[in-house]
Each structure stands twice: as C-alpha cells, then as structure tokens.
C-alpha cells in the first residue's frame, strides 16, 4: 500500500495538465499580447505618437500659404486724403525664399508721392542672402517636429517594455502560487487516503492509535497550508489582473477556474538555452530605447546648433518685385529685371560684438557634449543591468539543476523511509519528516523556476527587447 501511495504521489507532482480540455487557460503571451492592445498605459504611449503627427502639422503651418489684405480711407474737413486696398498672397518655400504677388488700387488727393495711384500689381520674391539661408526658425521647428515624431515610437516602445515587465513578473508569480497550490492540494489528497488507511490498520490492530493522530495532525497542517496557498494563489491573481484589460477599456478580473497554461517551461528550465552575452550586448545598445531616445535628442540638439550658428551671420535680405499696370501683371512685365516697372530693396545689419550669437552658439555645443556624456553613461548603466541579470540568470538555472537533484535525494529517503515503515523499521513521524523535507525542496524547486522565468524576461527588458 505504501509503494502504491508513492507512485500515487509522483503522479500527482507531475505538472501534467492532460486530459484535461475543459480547463481554461492563460498563457504568458496572451498576457503581453492583451497588455500591448488594451493596458490604458499602452494605449497612452500610442497617443505619444497622434500628438506627435500634431506638431508636425502645428510646425508646418509655417509654410503656410498667407493672403492679407489692408483696407483703409480718410476723409477729414471734405477732403478725401486716400483709399486703398491692399490683397497680398505670400507663399513661403522650404529654401527660405518666399514668394509675393498683391494687388493695390490706391486713390485720393493727398496719397504718399512714392505711391502709385490707380490700380496696379506685383509679383517678386524675397530672399535672405546670409542669415536664415541655410536654416530659419519655421525650418528648425519642422525638423525637431519630425525627429520628436520618430522619437515618439521609440518611447512609446519604451513605456511598453516597462509595462511588460510588471505585467510578465505578475503573471510568473501567480503561475509560482498556483504550482504551490498544486503541491499542496495533491499532499492533503494523499495525506486523506494514508489517514484513512491508517485508521482502517488501527481498527486491524496492526496500528497504534498514536498514528491516526500522527496522521491527522499531518493531514491538518498540509490542509492549512492548502488554503493559504489558494489565497495567495487568488491574490495574485488580483495583481495580474491589474494588466487585463478589455477592448472597451474595462478592466477584467480573472476569474477563479483560470489557471496558467505555461507550466512547461518550469519543467525545461534546465535545458533551456542561455543568450550570447556579447551578441544580447550589441543588441542593446542597437535596439534600446532608452539609448535610441539620446540619439533622437542629439540630432534635435545638431537642429538648434545650425539655427544657433544663423545669429553669427549678418542679416542680408533682398526683395525684388516686378509690377504692372492694371491687375495684369503678366502684360507689363515684359522687359528685363530692373530695367522698368520693378522695385527691389536690399537690406544689411550685423551686431557689432556677436556677444548673444557667440553666446547661443557656444551653449548648443555644451547641450551636445553635455547629453553624449549622458548617453555614455547611460550605455553603461544598461549594459552593466544586462550583465548582471545574465549572471543571475546563469546563476539560478545551476541552481535549478541543483535543486532537482536535491528534491529527487528527498523523494528518494522518503521512498526509503516508507519502505521501512511498511515492514516496521521506521514510524510515521519519520516518513511525515521525510515527506515534508520532499515538499519543502518540491516548493523551493519551484521558486526557483520562477525566479529564473522573471529573470529571463528581465534580462529582456534590460535589453530593450522585452517589446518585440
């Protein structure tokens, strides 16, 4: 009877789910699956990007088309001073050239003598020649815009790889509860039947009656245990349930007949195979987010350099109309350029010490050196966390693979210690001690399992791989 309990016994340990269909599941990638679509932090990080498609449009609206028009007339004493009317369309380019056509039709008996009376019409360019021919304000801005929107992905990558994070050690840990849970419930069901049998050998005479109690105490503690274990099982499931979100935005509570679906991978920990250490270490600095973020900031940085170096030029503008008679520009502006019906101005300024523009400039380049030397040091923090959880990881699956040797030499003088029993060598008390020691190195085996899966995945958050 003691032979047929142990094999009872090893079967029940065995983490083996099947024949059982109708058990509902959960997987560790459904959990990142439903956390990356649903989580309101997800969907947070994805409005990063709507707001920064935003700005794009906000900073392109300097390029705008701009139509202006002035209207305006005196009279004073009877006397018409003037009336004009005055509609502009001015069209700025990408190159800093800005285009002007315009209409005007001025009258009056005391108008501006550089003015001309009557209807008349341009068109010309304006154009600066020195300052803000390589890069102007509305420029910077739309450039900044369109690297703030690449870097936007890249954090938002970043807040999921965080978030997953949280999520994956939950959900590790409630499938650790559940195992516990597991163990348990088969030791109270095997502790239930040797109680019975023992009760049946006392009624026998082959028992003393010390050893119903010696049952039922052992019996009880393990039912004890059981509940706590279920508890702790049902508490964590709260904490995972956190990350479970539905697609109208409602948080879901697992229910209770959920259980984890992943239970393999305890099994095959010791067989699984560990990362390169140099190949996951060029993997972070290409791929981490936080690293990609500082590149992103350095070419916006590069974008206020040139903007910066602009007020070291001197202000050289031209603008050059061509006009016409009438609202036709077109039949009067036939001529060569500044031979008749033209206007140009040409205009020139430069500060004489530089003092703001060398200022500016010179502190554009600290922001550079100041945020590479964030970088570099930020390099180092997150290769330095990839070593050290890769020499976790490495440490706990040697730790596992001892531990499994140590549960099967526990099982072992349990096994020996009921056969002794069974031909009156030994007592009860001694196999329930040697049963404990087995479900004692049973539960540490499955810490450590788990402790090596929350470790696998933040090995991969470390690295900025924890998203893809």
Do not use: C
Not at 75 to 99: A, K
Not at 176 to 188: P, S
Not at 425 to 443: D, I, Y
């Amino acid at each position: 009877m003691i032979r047929y309990l142990v094999t009872v016994y090893l079967a029940m340990v065995s983490f083996s789910l099947s024949g059982q269909d109708s058990v509902k599941t959960l997987s560790a990638s459904q959990v990142m699956q439903l956390v990356k679509q649903y989580h309101p932090v997800a969907k947070q990080a994805a409005i990063l990007i709507e707001k920064a498609k935003a700005d794009i449009t906000i900073a392109r609206g300097s390029f705008d088309p701009l139509f202006y028009n002035s209207n305006a007339q005196k009279t004073f004493d009877g006397t018409d001073y003037y009336q004009y009317n005055r509609p502009e369309l001015s069209v700025p380019t990408w190159f800093g050239i800005e285009v002007v056509a315009g209409l005007e039709n001025l009258s009056g008996s005391r108008t501006d003598p550089t003015e001309t009376i009557g209807e008349t019409s341009y068109f010309g360019v304006s154009v600066p020649l020195a300052k803000n021919l390589l890069i102007d304000k509305r420029r910077a801005v739309l450039q900044t815009a369109k690297i703030f929107r690449q870097a936007s992905e890249v954090e938002r990558k970043n807040i999921i790889n965080n978030l997953l994070l949280d999520a994956m050690k939950s959900y590790w840990y409630w499938m650790q509860h559940y195992q516990v849970y597991k163990i348990l419930n088969d030791a109270v069901q095997i502790n239930e039947k040797r109680f019975e049998l023992v009760k049946t050998g006392f009624r026998l005479g082959d028992r003393p009656a010390i050893d119903t109690t010696e049952a039922l105490t052992q019996l009880q503690n393990f039912q004890v245990m059981r509940e706590n274990a279920w508890m702790q099982f049902q508490n964590t499931g709260l904490e995972l349930s956190v990350f479970l979100w539905t697609t109208d935005d409602k948080s879901f509570v697992l229910p209770v007949d959920v259980i984890p679906a992943d239970e393999d991978k305890l099994l095959t920990v010791t067989n699984a195979d560990l990362p390169v250490l140099n190949e996951l270490l060029e993997a972070t600095v290409k791929n981490h987010p936080e690293l990609l973020l500082y590149n992103f900031k350095l070419d916006a940085l590069n974008v206020e350099k040139k903007l910066k170096f602009q007020q070291l030029l001197p202000t050289l503008n031209f603008r050059y109309n061509q006009l016409g008679k009438g609202y036709d520009v077109l039949k009067t502006a036939t001529g060569p350029l500044f031979e008749n019906n033209y206007q140009y101005g040409l205009s020139f300024g430069i500060p004489l010490r530089l003092s703001e523009g060398r200022g500016e400039y010179r502190k554009a380049k600290l922001k550079i050196a100041e945020t590479k030397l964030d970088q570099n040091l930020k390099q180092l923090q997150v290769q330095t966390k990839v070593k050290s959880y890769f020499n976790e990881l490495v440490a706990l699956k040697n730790q596992v693979a001892v531990q499994e040797k140590a549960y099967r030499n526990y099982l072992a003088l349990q096994r020996a210690e009921e056969t002794r029993f069974q031909v009156g060598e030994s007592s009860l008390f001694l196999v329930n001690a040697r049963e404990n020691k087995a479900l004692e190195a049973l539960q540490k085996l499955q810490e450590l399992r788990t402790k090596y899966l929350v470790t696998v995945n933040a090995l991969q958050w470390a690295a900025g791989l924890l998203v893809n």
